[in-house]
């Protein structure tokens, strides 16, 4: 209350200034702090790295296999003198060490090249620009060099779309939830607050080092500050409102909804941070650097959120929080609420069935990756050059395994490699101190599921013999076994670290476990509705497994989010009316504002589909599906109707003051429901 009526606020808004002068360049500025994707490094220990060592034991950046392919402008078959020109070409461009070779159809000549790591895209231009002197003939680039190119690019353009996206998409919402400009000026004003510090933060720790912020990571950051800084906004500026209903002066109702939603609002961003810190024992690099990143993206949007708004809302009055807000009253809300109350075991049976449908489809959703040429973008030149090798060229062409043999051992290890189903040919290469090189061409592209099948049939053959089998395909293949270990270690993970939240929060046991495992049925819900989606309008639901370990972690998190702001507000009801009570209080005056937010956070999330990759745009269907499930089904229907159908029990193993006290029927209160009829619901449940 002081906070609201001396300098507290003044001090506040200055402060926010400041930050806001200080750190607001830095949201587009880390792009150039990390990089805008890379190619997976080789996991330590593994056999792709050890191979990766023996080849390169300084340990300093590798370039990247590049395929410079030549095919004939009229569609014919190449020329002696084209063939001649592109061998000439290739020498000049990788020295006497080059190898061309025609495909066997004639139609077109290839070259594997290096080209990298540093200055790829110029390295690049310059390398299709010499390829073009080839007459009558049309120059592709395929392979990791080309792709990584297009990576880099497609990200370098799809950070300032993404936040126009994700904020044009929450400034709708917000101006149909509120007809009015000023209070989602002030909404987003503190979203970008969040995102500008987020981002300053971010920044810093990538360029010290500490941190690696890749394009992945910095996609996520920006539609979940986004999202959950416009949540918070819509929960503070809701009870603001309610109180103000409630005959309190604007200074008074700023303060107590501020006091009010603080819990809430810090055990929401702690469940999210916590779950997602999780990550940091993730073998994977990519997925390790999303956890913190994460962590710090929600600490911002809590303190804007229970700071800066508060803060802003003060000089704005009665202006802003006299109206009616979503969650104010109950509105439409007291349908659902009065539906709980009268058939609560129906009514959660039901929504169990329609959760059970959904996610009988979850397996549909198939973890067998989807090759880096197929993710990205139809249009960029790398997946148009794949098309053309995989035509005329085994398409593991540009990048073939590296089989490092002792020598006794090199001529079987050359024998097996070349019997092993999926290897189109096997070439001897150079011999070091004792070991022998050995290059096996994949007839399928090298990050395919096929492929990582003939690497485990190609070392299950060589297993104790001392050969080692590396190159892209072993290294993806080093990844897929790395992820798998991931799910096992870090999911179980993150439901032990979320029910710790709820039971701090909440002071009870049955309850968290209700609310985990309604959030674990809407994920699989989400899954499956994902699945039938990718399959209809995508053609395939084949997706990596870091999308279903991403999807878990965020559904749980969020879903729990949503949980805890309704589930608070119960609490808060049912301490003086009792549980029956306080769930039909609850649920009528927070409809409303959550379904709001979930609506806003699907949104933001929804704004994924602009990013430049598959994998990246099959998150944001799953969570943005994921959390209006929740929204809309979970929370709305389900957990309101198994709190009322449990009763008082579901407070186990304490029991509430309000449930000690004379029963009081369970009704909508007069001043929560605006229009409700006079004459009170009785309760049928205690």
Known sequence: MRWAKRSGVPATLLLWLVLAVLSGP???????AG???????????TQSARVAEALNPTGGPEPLPLAVLWTRADGGRIGPLQERSARQVADRLAGPAAVSFPSRDGEAVAAVIAAGPDRLAEQLTGIREAAAGVPGTVVHLAGPAAAQADLEDSFARTDGVLLVVALGGVVVILLLVYRSALVPLLVISGALLSLSTASALLYGLARSGLLAVDGQAQGIVFVLVIGAS????????????????????????IAVARRAIAPPVIASAATVACAMMTLVLAALPADRCLGPAVAIAMACSAATSLTFLPAALVPCGRRVLHTRTPGGGAGPWKGPARAVQCRPRRTWLVCLSLLAAGAACAPLLQQDGVPLHRALPAGAASVTGQDVLARHFPAGTASPLVIVAPRPESAGAAGTASTTPGVAAVVVGQELERTTLILATLTDPPDSDRARRTVERLRASLAGTGVLVGGQAAQLADIHTAAARDHRLIMPLVLLVVLAVLFILLRCLLLPVLLVVAAGIGLLAALGTAALV???FWGSSSTEPAVVLFSFVFLVALGVDYNIFLVHRVRDEAVTRGTAAGV????????????????????TFAALGVMPLLYLVQIGLIVSVGVLIDTLLVRLFLVPALMTDLGPRVWWPSRLAGDRAPRIPAVLPAAEVEGASSSPAPATRA
């Open 584 to 603: 039909l209080a609850g649920l009528a005056s927070t409809g409303g504002v959550i379904s709001a937010a979930g609506l806003v956070l699907a949104t």
């Open 26 to 32: 830095f949201a587009a500025r880390l792009g150039d």
């Open 534 to 536: 990718l399959r209809l």
């Open 35 to 45: 990089a805008g994707g890379q190619q997976a490094p080789a996991l330590p220990g």
């Open 230 to 253: 416009t949540d918070y906004g819509l929960l503070l500026v809701a009870r603001c409102r309610e109180e103000v209903q409630r005959g309190g002066g604007s200074r008074t109702a």
